[in-house]
């Protein structure tokens, strides 16, 4: 059975086209305890993760909603999180409706917040899903990341004891690198346009394919695309794809190269 990306936020997430970049402000609601809400929504014409389809190449939804304490103090950066992540999803013949993702973790920021470290932990679930088939799981991830200035890198590591639909020890490895566009700087009737270019590589492996719906023990997964954010909404059109063929794909399309288009606001 095919599993599941984004792709993250804190990743993330792990949104559907992941193109967050470290440095980025977001807007924020006051919270108890002094700390803060960061809240949005995404439409997606294809919810792919790690390169595979969850909605058959269909549309999807997702909100999310996080919240982050303070940090210890000025010379300890360090906050800590949680929140959840949400979309539907179309895996035939599972009773599965939607995916709900509740993550918690510590973030920690220093030079003047261009590195960035993210140390959490994501539960998978699938409400309405065949508890036979053990669709639920659980990860832990390690993200790291410079912002360089021309240019942002990230890169995780993700682990799960025992991944999607029973099958076994999951790892997830993948690099990112985003270029922002400083020359396109120009305003729409008054609002200013930003625009990055990003491209990520990742490499999934899990012990019991078959019970993943691939054909090996491991595959690889590609993103290239470019972000431009007007009025606060993030355009995202992204070249996404795999090197599990149509055969190896449960014989269907949900592998293949493909253009997804996504936009996302947070509020």
């Known amino acids: 059975m095919l599993k599941k990306v984004a792709a993250l ?13 470290a440095a980025d402000e977001k807007e924020v609601w006051h919270g108890p305890f002094g700390g803060t809400f960061t809240a949005g929504a995404a439409f997606v014409t294809d919810y792919s993760y790690r390169g595979i389809s969850q909605t058959q190449r269909g549309v999807a939804f997702q909100p999310t909603m996080t919240y982050e304490t303070p940090t210890v103090s000025e010379k300890v950066p360090l906050s800590a999180y949680v929140g959840f992540w949400g979309s539907n999803v179309n895996f035939p013949g599972t009773g599965a409706i939607a995916e709900i993702d509740l993550d918690a973790g510590f973030r920690f920021k220093a030079f003047d917040d261009k590195f960035t470290a993210d140390l959490g932990y994501i539960r998978y679930n699938y409400p309405g899903s065949n508890g036979n088939l053990m669709l639920d799981f659980n990860e832990f991830g390690l993200v790291l990341g410079y912002d360089f200035g021309v240019v942002a890198l990230q890169g995780a590591v993700r682990y799960s004891p025992n991944f999607f639909a029973n099958s076994g020890i999951g790892w997830y490895k993948w690099a990112q690198a985003t270029v922002p566009l400083p020359f396109i700087n120009f305003k729409l009737f008054g609002d200013p346009v930003a625009a ?13 394919p078959v019970n993943y719906g691939i054909p090996n023990n491991d595959y690889w997964d590609w993103q290239l695309g470019a972000t431009v954010t007007v009025y606060g909404v993030d355009l995202t059109l992204a070249y996404v794809g795999t090197n599990i063929d149509y055969a190896g794909c449960l014989n269907t399309y949900n592998c293949e190269d493909r253009v997804i288009f996504s936009a996302s606001k947070t509020f």
């Open 196 to 208: 990055k270019l990003f491209g990520t590589i990742g490499s999934q492996y899990v012990e019991r």
């Open 9 to 21: 936020s804190g990743v993330l997430a792990v949104c559907a086209v992941s193109t967050v970049n």
